[in-house]
């Protein structure tokens, strides 16, 4: 069992930068790929960021070039640095695992296992 707890959201100006942070307890982090979702309100959750156990990662396109994920294993922790941020990055922010996880399929709620509750992100124009 994994439990997942994101911090680091809040209200930036446009251009502004974030860094999300998700803490991971339960069992050993470096079993699992970490990703990123977002939802805002009317849409489906989005794919915005994994990181594999081996420490590969994938962006959607609409956050490549200005988020980063990272992971510190030592402290079984996920970030998201977002920088240049636009309102429509504008969502609640989700930490998720997943045991196991394929670069050869798209990127998928469903592939994961365990979620945080989300934090709260907002992009003032």
């Known amino acids: 069992q994994v439990q997942l707890v994101e911090s680091g959201g809040g209200l930036v100006q446009a251009g502004g930068s974030l860094r999300l942070s998700c803490a991971a307890s339960g069992r050993t982090f470096n079993n699992y790929a970490m990703g990123w979702f977002r939802q805002a309100p009317g849409k489906e959750r989005e794919f915005v960021s994994a990181?594999?156990?081996?420490?590969?990662?994938r962006y959607a396109d609409s956050v490549k070039g200005r988020f980063t994920i990272s992971k510190n294993s030592a402290k079984n922790t996920v970030y998201l640095q977002m920088n240049c941020l636009k309102p429509e990055d504008t969502a609640v922010y989700y930490c998720?695992?997943?045991?196991?996880?394929?670069?050869?399929?798209?990127?998928?709620?469903?592939?994961?296992?365990?979620w945080g509750q989300g934090t709260q992100v907002t992009v003032s124009s």
């Open positions: 998720a695992a997943a045991l196991s996880l394929s670069w050869a399929l798209p990127p998928s709620p469903y592939d994961y296992d365990y």
């Open positions: 990181i594999t156990s081996g420490g590969s990662t």
